[in-house]
């Protein structure tokens, strides 16, 4: 198994510029989410998914959009991106349909300049 | 809402000496608890978990921590650090009547030869 996949290891946006970052698991999990991190502040949940056609705001939702069309993807847009936006982005997955051990995949390192 | 702190933002610490970590939460309710590491240049692993039962857990590389209901507390212990141990430790909690996983801001452990 490969895990969580997230591509692209690195992109820098200029500002308003859109993009997706993608997520995907192989593990058949139910639950995924996105989390970013940035210095001093942890991961803060910004959305998050309990099954293929469900999804919900995490802590910080404003600026991304997610959508979960099958269990295996779950792809975070950002529609115009914004400096604060710069941060290190992960995503997660757990094998029951809600929050358990999750399994982090290796991040998304944005700069939006 | 739920919230979480992690008191100690940056411990140093001698090789062999001992380890504790502070984590608070903020909820009245039942809750699961988890205490993650990232190491330089990783992704998040999961250390230990607490969901019911006993309240002091075993995880990996000697790590523990004890649930006290009592305080909303679950403090991250190993009686003698290695310089492999340095790393980001996160707390992270979840309130059974959610599907939100929250994290602390972390705590950078460096450990000396």
């Known amino acids: 198994n490969a895990g969580v996949t997230q591509t692209p290891k690195f992109q820098v946006l200029k500002t308003g510029q859109s993009m997706t970052l993608q997520c995907a698991q192989d593990m058949n999990h139910e639950y995924m989410s996105w989390y970013r991190q940035d210095p001093g502040m942890g991961l803060r949940l910004i959305h998050y998914?309990?099954?293929?056609?469900?999804?919900d705001q995490g802590e910080v939702p404003n600026g991304y959009n997610v959508s979960r069309s099958t269990t295996e993807d779950f792809p975070l847009r950002l529609l115009s991106a914004a400096p604060s936006q710069t941060s290190v982005y992960f995503c997660a997955s757990s094998p029951l349909r809600t929050v358990s051990e999750q399994y982090f995949g290796p991040g998304t390192r944005l700069t939006v300049t | 809402a739920q919230s979480v702190s992690q008191h100690n933002h940056h411990v140093i610490l001698s090789e062999a000496a001992s380890l504790e970590l502070g984590c608070n939460y903020s909820?009245?309710?039942?809750?699961?608890l988890f205490w993650y590491v990232q190491y330089p240049g990783q992704h998040l692993q999961l250390l230990l978990k607490y969901f019911s039962g006993d309240p002091l857990v075993k995880g990996i590389k000697g790590f523990e921590a004890e649930f006290i209901k009592s305080k909303f507390s679950f403090n991250l212990r190993k009686p003698s650090v290695q310089w492999s141990d340095t790393a980001e430790y996160f707390c992270?909690?979840?309130?059974?009547?959610?599907?939100?996983?929250?994290f602390g801001t972390g705590t950078r452990l460096q450990v000396f030869p």
């Open positions: 998914s309990v099954g293929a056609g469900i999804t």
């Open positions: 992270a909690v979840n309130a059974r009547n959610t599907d939100k996983l929250i």
């Open positions: 909820y009245g309710g039942t809750v699961n």
